[in-house]
């Protein structure tokens, strides 16, 4: 079946503009997870949704950074007037519920010059 | 302490040799474990999880210590292609997030 789909697959844009990364979860997965990857190191947690709940932001660095999941489906992570510290590979991963496996998309590679 | 630990490595090893990373978790009510593997410039891909009583899955064996809270990964006769970075992954309960460690990059040798 589809995987977690991630768009766009890479990103360059100026520092002070605005950009939008999309995920496509796996169909049925009540979690999504948003997660950045500077290069050479390890993952860092940005927010998690979960159902219905009221999301966990506990991770996004700063208020430049929102996302959204409209219908239980679809995620959106926005970064607002970005900077260059913001390049890294974002990640989306979705699970069937929170704590399980989770299965990851192909990451959107941000470049902000 | 950090929630999850790992050596970051490089374990440089030649083929065929035998391999074991350790990983250690804080939260001892922590209650599911699993190994993923990440390749350069790739997603993490789930390797295999984490049962109580050990697993085993061709080459590669994972155990759990609950008393000492850490989970092993052992690899048996190293293949070129299993270099990679290995990341210990914690359940800290039940519908919550996983924790991800920072992963041990493993580096298989002619």
Redo the contacts between chains.
């Keep these: 079946g589809a995987g977690v789909s991630q768009s766009p697959s890479n990103k360059v844009t100026e520092k002070g503009k605005d950009v939008e990364l999309r995920c496509d979860p796996i169909s049925g997965h009540t979690a999504l997870y948003w997660y950045r990857q500077s290069l050479g190191q390890g993952l860092e947690f940005l927010i998690y949704f979960q159902g219905n709940s009221a999301p966990d932001k506990s991770g996004l660095p700063s208020d430049r950074f929102s996302a959204e999941r409209t219908g239980g489906s679809v995620s959106t992570l926005t970064i607002q007037r970005t900077q260059q510290e913001d390049s890294a590979v974002y990640l989306c991963a979705s699970s069937l519920t929170g704590g399980n496996t989770q299965y990851f998309g192909p990451g959107t590679r941000l470049t902000v010059l | 302490r950090k929630e999850v630990e790992q050596d970051p490595g490089p374990f440089n090893v030649p083929e065929g040799a035998t391999v074991a990373f350790n990983c250690t978790y804080s939260n001892s009510a922590s209650?599911?474990f699993?190994w993923y593997r990440q390749d350069c410039r790739?997603?993490?891909?789930?390797l295999m999880?984490v049962y109580s009583s050990g697993n085993e899955d061709g080459r590669f064996t994972a155990q759990l210590n609950r008393a000492s809270q850490y989970i092993s990964l052992l690899i048996r006769d190293s293949k070129l292609s299993d270099s990679a970075t290995y990341?210990c992954v914690v359940?800290p309960?039940?519908?919550?997030?996983?924790?991800?460690?920072?992963?041990t990059r493993l580096q298989v040798t002619l």
């Design positions: 209650q599911s699993f790739k997603e993490p891909k789930l999880s990341l359940n309960g039940t519908a919550s997030k996983l924790t991800f460690g920072t992963g």
